[in-house]
């Protein structure tokens, strides 16, 4: 029996160095070469809010808040529990995450981004008393009224 060379061992398995066996899935709305600088950001990051699959499902929740039809005011949610996951309920916490993408990927996600943001201003509500709030930020999406029926 003729022995089989290392290269068409590898050829049957391929494996990405960075990866692993599959291949990072493509981003909707975002180019391969964005998608491929969102994953890599992803799996190099060691912030407990990026993790792999965070932006996409970042993005899923942030179009999933502004897609009811109507012109009634939206209130975002506080999440209620702050696991990884869970904390993709506040839609605030969702948006925090695609702003803190890197630069390649942060310049084409704007574009996509900025009908989004309109959206959201638009429909939701700015906050009277939020000079009075313990904690600031400087992001605007935290400046809106919240639902916080969640906490009593």
Same mark, same amino acid.
């Given at each position: 029996?003729?022995?089989r060379r290392p290269r068409a061992l590898r050829a049957e398995h391929p494996v990405s /160095?960075?990866?692993?066996p599959t291949p990072p899935f493509r981003i909707h709305g975002l180019s391969a070469g964005a998608s491929l600088a969102?994953?890599?950001? +992803?799996? %190099?990051?060691?912030?407990?809010?990026?993790?792999?699959?965070a932006t996409d499902s970042a993005l899923r929740r942030y179009r999933a808040f502004l897609h009811p039809p109507g012109r009634r005011p939206l209130y975002p949610r506080e999440s209620f529990c702050s696991c990884t996951w869970c904390s993709f309920d506040d839609v605030r916490? #969702? /948006?925090?995450? %695609? +702003? /803190? %993408?890197? =630069?390649? #990927?942060? #310049? =084409?996600l704007g574009r996509l981004m900025r009908p989004?943001? #309109?959206?959201f201003l638009r429909?939701? %509500?700015p906050d009277p008393f939020v000079h009075r709030r313990q904690w600031r930020t400087?992001?605007?999406w935290y400046r809106r009224l919240v639902d916080r029926s969640e906490w009593g």
């Open positions: 029996m003729p022995r /160095r960075v990866w692993g969102v994953h890599q950001a +992803e799996h %190099l990051s060691d912030s407990f809010n990026i993790h792999p699959g916490h #969702a /948006r925090d995450v %695609l +702003e /803190r %993408l890197p =630069e390649r #990927a942060r #310049a =084409e989004m943001d #309109a959206v429909r939701t %509500l400087g992001f605007w």
